[in-house]
């Protein structure tokens, strides 16, 4: 994938909820068939916690989601409804950020991986998920 890093905006459908990422051009979103994943139809690309940012007054419009091992935040608008964002499980220390609420203009690419979260342990194993919220260096 294009490690040239660029800015990209986003957030919720009703706009309540805007952040920006630091992130390449051209990313691996990953598309998980867990319970919550697979209804909600969330596809993802994962970075480094530092490299994300809530803007204005957004985190006011947020509210949480958590089941099972209450590991993962799941973040949606209290107005709409929307998760554009969350903490994952998967990688602790980074946000999954739903490629479809990237503002259109910056993302070039997405290859779409699969993330088997009905057998979780395997695949965080086998895929290598937890490398994508470190930081280079």
Not at 59 to 80: I, Q, S, W
Not at 89 to 114: F, M, W
Request: charged share 20%; aromatic share 10%.
């Amino acid at each position: 994938m294009d490690s040239d890093l660029v800015m990209h905006c986003g957030g919720c459908h009703c706009r309540s909820v805007r952040w920006r990422v630091e992130a390449p051009s051209s990313v691996v979103a990953w598309e998980c068939n867990c319970s919550d994943c697979s209804m909600r139809g969330n596809t993802h690309f994962i970075v480094p916690s530092e490299k994300f940012e809530l803007l204005g007054n957004s985190k006011e419009f947020l509210t949480t989601y958590t089941f099972g091992t209450h590991t993962a935040k799941h973040t949606f608008c209290k107005v709409c409804g929307i998760t554009s964002f969350y903490m994952p499980k998967s990688n602790l220390d980074g946000i999954a950020v739903t490629y479809q609420c990237v503002d259109p203009g910056t993302l070039s690419h997405v290859e779409v991986r699969k993330f088997d979260g009905r057998n979780w342990d395997s695949a965080h194993v086998a895929t290598g998920i937890a490398a994508c919220s470190k930081l280079p260096g």
